[in-house]
């Protein structure tokens, strides 16, 4: 199988299906490494992929896409061998607006969709972005920008006490200013990224299954529900204990919801889209 920078390593060549994880603004494949060994346990037969983007962990020295178009064009060319094995998407915050543009790519080329996408914490395509206002005029969270072009205006100390209150980052990493100008401009260029998603597109041929924290302060219930309206097999809604990054703080509820939707897709025939 030819490789790519997209994936640590070549996927298994027998697993019966791969879950490909596409990471939250900020975040990386890291968000994921516990996820093998953790799916394995529960008795899900899969092999997981989490998705390393360009500009953050592995890549930094790379440069980083801030618009969401050309970035699936890349994913589209670059994953399409692996994507067209059986297969189910994983995306959180920023993460689940890459996937569904990726599953609309591939939909429109006619190319092999997932079996079920899993989409979290963020909302609905038609949906304007959400802001945090923590009384510093700051920005936060996948898709959360200040500025009218899209871009983060919040102070770098503004943005971190944001990503604090979100949960998105330990309020111990405020003391370390070397580890926040690392960490920082990737959160704004994927706010940018997150925010040049342009008008929605349409329903996707694969059941979505959603799931939002019950405390998130940033992307409320009825906003993820929202999402139906692309799910042009089914959609199933499910509400996690935890706020905006329950990935992290209550991740073994979400692999115990994770784990069955992995077995209940591990036999069925791959799905094509036809081209429209």
Known sequence: MTTTEYLARAPRPHAPVRLLCFPFAGGGASAYARWQHELDARGASVDVLPVRLPGRE??????????????VEELNEELD????????????????????????RRQERGAPLPRAALLAAYRAPHLPPPRLDTGTGACAGAGACAGADGSCAA?????????????????????????????????????ALCASAGPAGGPVRV?????????????????????????ARGCEVRVLPGGHF????HEEWLLDEVAPLVRRYGGRRTVHAAAS
């Open 81 to 104: 061998e692996v994507l067209a094995s059986p297969h189910l998407l994983y995306g959180h915050s920023m993460g689940a607006l890459v996937a569904y543009a990726l599953m609309r």
């Open 58 to 71: 592995s890549r930094s020295g790379e440069p980083r896409f801030t618009e969401l178009a050309p970035l």
């Open 155 to 191: 102070s770098d100390s503004g943005l971190a006490r944001a990503l604090v209150a979100l949960g998105g980052l330990p309020e111990a990493l405020l003391g370390h200013p070397e580890w926040l100008r690392a960490l920082l401009p990737v959160v704004r260029d994927d706010l």
């Open 207 to 231: 059941p979505l299954h959603l799931f939002t924290g019950a405390d998130d302060s940033l992307v409320r219930t009825s906003e993820v529900t929202a999402w139906r309206r692309y799910a």
């Open 246 to 249: 329950f990935l992290r703080t």
